[in-house]
């Protein structure tokens, strides 16, 4: 079939990387902690992408990402919990209901407010990222077991390395097809000149909706694996600063670029947790200053990201391999 | 067959009319020059005709279809298309990808085919790559297929606003001041691109132009236009000699 045919190079890299992470956990090498940590940097680099098709590819500049985000992992985790989901089977159409609701609710957003551009529409993007934390915060008023303010607690933890890395490399295939498909050509003529794509005949408020449905779509379902792997959600792993992270990561690893969010999501994790054991803890908090310093230099030195627009032959992900 | 129609067109812009009570026709596979002094409507006319703009009355038909409402990218699916006076190529894309882009929205696949790379997928993308390469090798730009637009000189820029223009197969072709920023020299291989579009591609043109030269060689009528109005109408010859149209270029005494 054409849609592994045409993907050989990167279903092959991806086993490689699986077949050595899979050991790894085996060997009893890596402590629960540190596992739980690579497996996060897998679901920070799905939601990334989801901002990087909104963002890098289309051009439709969101600051509330991390609320979809949030979407996903409260309505994954709600289902569960209320149809009492005990297996990693049965979790897997918990899961893409949680994509399915972030990209419902996304859609439903993205109809009114993707008619506003740039900074009009980087203020409702963030108005609306806000709303949800307001609303999570507040959960426990209308629906008890989401919990408000105190968490949610009680998901069953069903998220292992299997899942994570079937189901990144299976939606990173979607999004490589899809971009490299005449939509992702769309997306990148909106963001050249929108007025110029609907005059040769894109349907650009259409397309545009496409792109943020479908970006909201990754961040539901990073937001629902995210759930089950830590097995608790609070209202604050959702709130604006966590849509900065995302943004960091799509820009620093170049706006257009599915290379650049997988190598700077890992990056960014291994920066971060990385600086939690290296500085003692007295000074631990300096990883907030240490950070945008390399965030600054970063960008004075590749202004455009690591990958600027360009995609690696080795990894697979470019058109064809 | 009139293949535009324009009606007692109006729009004007708070206090400042672009465009005042404009009526004037195209035949199929006429070549219609504008011309006109800075700030006699020209563009506007194109930006209304190609639903950049609403008018505030009158309308336009196309092939007698009113086209009052329909959104810009339905405009090209019917057959209009346009060039800009400041380019707007997508800068980001390749040379190729700024021709098979629009090609793809007019011939394209599903959802489906493009995630799981079906036949449909490959064969359209195929078809659009041949026949994107053709356009370009029409328009001298072969070689530089996979160079990105923004890369390239401002003459080639140029053709490829026009290539990308062609490339949904138009009934109607709006050129907008092809020969704005060239010098005498690449007009005239300006006009030589414009007569072989004439000849190959069957179909009707509009062009704006400051000069002279150039639409007295390719149109078939002039209209010129002052104010938003139109003031002269007939034969490139006509027209150059009408009274009117001296005035308005340079002023009412030195006609005396």
């Known amino acids: 079939m054409n849609f592994f045919g045409s993907a050989r190079r990167f279903l092959i890299s991806s086993a490689i990387a699986y077949v050595i992470l899979k050991a790894l956990f085996l060997s009893g090498f890596l402590t629960g902690y540190v596992q739980q940590i690579i497996l996060s940097s897998f679901i920070v680099i799905l939601t990334s992408l989801g901002l990087n098709v909104i963002y890098g590819y289309t051009g439709q500049f969101s600051l509330g990402h991390a609320g979809f985000y949030g979407i996903g992992a409260y309505a994954a985790a709600f289902l569960g919990v209320h149809f009492k989901i005990d297996s990693v089977i049965a979790f897997i159409p918990v899961l893409f209901a949680g994509g399915a609701a972030a990209a419902l609710i996304g859609f439903i957003v993205g109809v009114p407010i993707l008619r506003l551009r740039d900074d009009f529409l980087a203020i409702a993007t963030l108005g609306f990222g806000i709303l949800v934390r307001v609303l999570l915060d507040n959960s426990d008023k209308f629906i008890e077991v989401l919990g408000g303010s105190r968490g949610f607690i009680g998901i069953p933890k069903l998220v292992n390395i299997d ?30 000149d929108e007025l110029a794509s609907m005059v040769f005949g894109i349907n650009s408020a259409r397309m545009k909706l496409m792109a943020f449905t479908y970006g909201c779509f990754l961040a539901g379902i990073g937001g629902a694996l995210y759930a089950y792997l830590y097995s608790f959600l609070h209202p604050s792993n959702f709130d604006f600063l966590k849509s900065i992270d995302f943004l960091i990561i799509v820009i620093v690893g170049g706006m257009g670029s599915i290379t650049g969010t997988i190598c700077v999501g890992f990056l960014w994790i291994a920066i971060i947790e990385g600086l939690r054991i290296a500085l003692p803890p007295q000074v631990l908090e300096l990883r907030w200053v240490l950070i945008p310093l390399m965030l600054i230099a970063v960008m004075m030195w590749k202004p455009y990201g690591f990958f600027a627009r360009r995609e690696s032959r080795l990894l697979g992900l470019g058109k064809e391999s | 067959m009139k293949a535009l129609d324009v009606l007692g067109l109006k729009k004007s812009f708070g206090g400042v009319t672009a465009v005042e009570d404009l009526t004037f026709s195209v035949e199929e596979f006429e070549t219609v020059g504008i011309i006109g002094p800075n700030g006699a409507g020209k563009t506007t006319l194109f930006n209304l005709i190609t639903g950049l703009y609403r008018p505030d009355s009158g309308k336009v038909l196309f092939f007698g279809q009113n086209l009052h409402g329909v959104p810009s990218f339905r405009l090209a699916h019917l057959g209009i298309s346009r060039t800009f006076q400041n380019l707007r190529l997508f800068n980001s894309l390749t040379v190729l990808q700024n021709i098979t882009a629009p090609m793809l929205g007019m011939h394209g696949y599903g959802i489906a085919p493009a995630i799981f790379r079906t036949h449909r997928y490959r064969a359209t993308e195929r078809a659009a790559d041949k026949k994107g390469r053709m356009l370009l090798d029409f328009f001298s730009l072969s ?15 140029r053709r490829l606003e026009l290539a990308r223009a062609l490339s949904i197969e138009p009934r109607l072709l709006l050129i907008d001041e092809p020969g704005a920023g060239m010098n005498p020299r690449e007009i005239q291989d300006l006009l030589r691109t414009l007569r072989q579009v004439k000849e190959h591609f069957r179909l009707t043109i509009v062009v704006i132009e400051h000069q002279m030269g150039l639409i007295m060689n390719l149109s078939d009528r002039v209209m010129a236009m002052d104010f938003g109005e139109k003031i002269a109408e007939g034969t490139p010859s006509d027209v150059k000699k009408d009274r009117k149209v001296i005035e308005a270029y340079l002023g009412e005494e030195l006609v005396c």
């Open chain 1, 163 to 192: 899942l994570v890395i079937g189901t990144t490399v299976f939606l990173l295939l979607i999004t490589r097809n899809l971009i490299f498909s005449r939509y992702g050509l769309f997306w990148q003529c909106i963001k050249d």
């Open chain 2, 143 to 157: 070689g530089k297929e996979e160079q990105l637009a923004s890369s390239l000189p401002y003459g080639d820029q």
